[in-house]
């Protein structure tokens, strides 16, 4: 059964609006600026589910409607400050969509997928190093990651909204 997931305000970028419920982001002012913070995203509209993972299986399913998001799993050491969007990173293994395109933001190079919107699931296996995204309406595996080794670190959902909307289910 998927893990409850909600959105860490302390990481919150700029740009992002949360429900009370901390279960949806909008890209938008909110009406309060963010306080700074050693774990905020300074510059682009991302931000980390509030418990992360060193180890099991876990599995969550994620609302994106809109321009341009990414959703998928991030390590603690994520970059945070400066430009984290529209590149491969290590440490990030997401699923991007910017308008009527969607790529695995694998290295050296984005590698295309199946344009997806509505629901999706990501399923995180820490031991195998296994990060897959699921369309839920399809059921349909959209991809998967090479096997990534997370070397004991803690691992985290990870959300940005451009232009767009997530909500957690």
């Not at 699921?134 to 080794?149: E, I, L």
Request: include cysteine.
């Amino acid at each position: 059964s998927p893990v409850d997931v909600t959105l860490d305000p302390a990481t919150a970028g700029p740009e992002v609006i949360l429900s009370d419920d901390l279960k949806e982001a909008t890209w938008g002012r909110p009406a309060r600026r963010w306080p700074e913070g050693p774990g905020r995203f300074d510059t682009d509209p991302c931000m980390l589910g509030s418990e992360g993972f060193t180890s099991g299986r876990h599995y969550w399913e994620v609302e994106a409607t809109g321009r341009f998001w990414t959703i998928g799993v991030a390590r603690e050491s994520v970059q945070r400050k400066g430009r984290v969007l529209f590149k491969p990173n290590p440490e990030i293994w997401g699923l991007q969509k910017y308008d009527q395109l969607c790529v695995a933001l694998t290295a050296p190079s984005n590698t295309s997928v199946p344009l997806l919107d509505g629901e999706i699931g990501v399923y995180l296996d820490y031991e195998v190093g296994q990060v897959s995204f699921y369309a839920v309406g399809t059921r349909q595996r959209v991809f998967t990651f090479p096997v990534a080794s997370f070397s004991g670190e803690k691992v985290f959902p990870y959300f940005c909204v451009l232009l767009s909307t997530i909500k957690l289910s």
